[in-house]
């Protein structure tokens, strides 16, 4: 089974800031990951897919990058609508793994 | 637009058993995969099942293998997650999601989430 780890697991940040969470994958998933924003009592939300495409209607101060096993999740400046919990998750494999999940606090 | 409803959420006893429901619209739905995905309360998610579009391929987390059957009914327009014995550590949040178009794709759209309590 591929593990998904993300780091850090909570951040602190102000508005303005620039945000960078991490995810690593235990083997390699090419760019089969995605990024996800889930708000208290919502359903997560896709932001990111192919590790570097912006979904549909998705603000474009979210960006992804990374290939093979290391991903980065980057918002250009944090915004107070972005205060929020953020998930990974690769979908090279027929498991779908989550990562652990960064939730960004309001510093 | 499209629209992932769940039902069938509720308070059960350990080893019992409860059938979830989806209702989807807004979309063809027998043309697209699709999943349930989990969160425990205060927890991330975790991933459930997923099936295909004609249902011919099925997966299991390892953590619900042999407990949990998902099936579909591409005529209702309806996907669903037979659950049995249940454990307290399937108490979570369960959301249906779809899979976007191509054969390798991320959980495009999301229901608002039925709750499983499993207790005493």
């Known amino acids: 089974d591929i593990q998904m780890t993300q780091s850090p697991s909570t951040l602190s940040a102000s508005v303005g800031d620039r945000v960078t969470i991490t995810c690593r994958a235990s083997?390699?998933?090419?760019?089969?990951l995605a990024w996800y924003q889930q708000k208290p009592g919502k359903a997560p939300k896709l932001l990111i897919y192919?590790?570097?495409s912006l979904e549909s209607g998705v603000p474009s101060r979210f960006s992804g990058s990374g290939s093979g096993t290391e991903f980065t999740l980057t918002i250009s400046s944090l915004q107070p609508d972005d205060f929020a919990t953020y998930y990974c998750?690769?979908?090279?494999?027929?498991?779908?793994?989550f990562g652990q999940g960064t939730k960004v606090e309001i510093k | 637009e499209v629209q992932l409803v769940e039902s069938g959420g509720g308070l059960v006893k350990p080893g019992g058993s409860l059938r979830l429901s989806c209702a989807a619209s807004?979309?063809?739905?027998?043309?697209?995969?699709m999943n349930w995905v989990r969160q425990a309360p205060g927890k991330g998610l975790e991933w459930v099942s997923s099936?295909?579009?004609?249902?011919?391929?099925?997966y299991y987390a390892d953590s619900v293998k042999g407990r949990f059957t998902i099936s579909r009914d591409n005529a209702k327009n309806s996907l669903y997650l037979q659950m049995n014995s249940l454990r307290a550590e399937d108490t979570a949040v369960y959301y249906c999601?779809?899979?976007?178009?191509?054969?390798?794709?991320?959980?495009?759209?999301w229901g608002q989430g039925t709750l499983v309590t499993v207790s005493s």
């Open positions: 192919k590790a570097s």
């Open positions: 099936i295909s579009s004609s249902s011919s391929y099925i």
């Open positions: 807004g979309f063809t739905f027998s043309s697209y995969s």
């Open positions: 998750q690769q979908y090279n494999s027929f498991q779908g793994t």
């Open positions: 999601a779809r899979e976007g178009g191509s054969s390798l794709a991320p959980l495009d759209y």
């Open positions: 083997q390699s998933i090419s760019s089969w």
